[in-house]
Nanobody, 121 residues
Framework: QVQVAESGGGLVQAGGSLRLSCAASSRTFMGWFRQAPGKEREFVAA???????KYHSNSVRGRFTISRDTKNTVFLQMNSLKTEDTGVYYC???????????????????WGQGTQVSVSS
């Protein structure tokens, strides 16, 4: 079992920044997803066990950055936020490690409860 818990969401104006944190009970391949009302859960970013390899979706590349510290916390730095970034952001842990399926929710075994990010115009 891996426990994960997100924090850091909130309300911000377009163009602003937020930093999300995800505390995990152990070190694994980790991902961030988001879900807007009425839409499917969408891949945002992922990072390998070592932190050496990072992956970002096309919609956030250049604006969001995933990182991790030397312990078990993963971060999502979100800059130049847009209204379309609004949604619930979920952190997820995968015991499978890296695989080409990392953009799919089914690749991940454990999920946090989510944190709301709202971007106003």
């Amino acid at each position: 079992q891996v426990q994960v818990a997100e924090s850091g969401g909130g309300l911000v104006q377009a163009g602003g920044s937020l930093r999300l944190s995800c505390a995990a009970s152990s070190r694994t391949f980790m991902g961030w997803f988001r879900q807007a009302p009425g839409k499917e859960r969408e891949f945002v970013a992922a990072i390998t066990f070592s932190g050496a390899n990072k992956y970002h979706s096309n919609s956030v590349r250049g604006r969001f950055t995933i990182s991790r510290d030397t312990k078990n916390t993963v971060f999502l730095q979100m800059n130049s936020l847009k209204t379309e970034d609004t949604g619930v952001y979920y952190c997820a842990a995968s015991t499978l490690g890296y695989a080409v399926t990392y953009t799919y929710p089914a690749h991940y075994d454990y999920w946090g409860q989510g944190t709301q990010v709202s971007v106003s115009s």
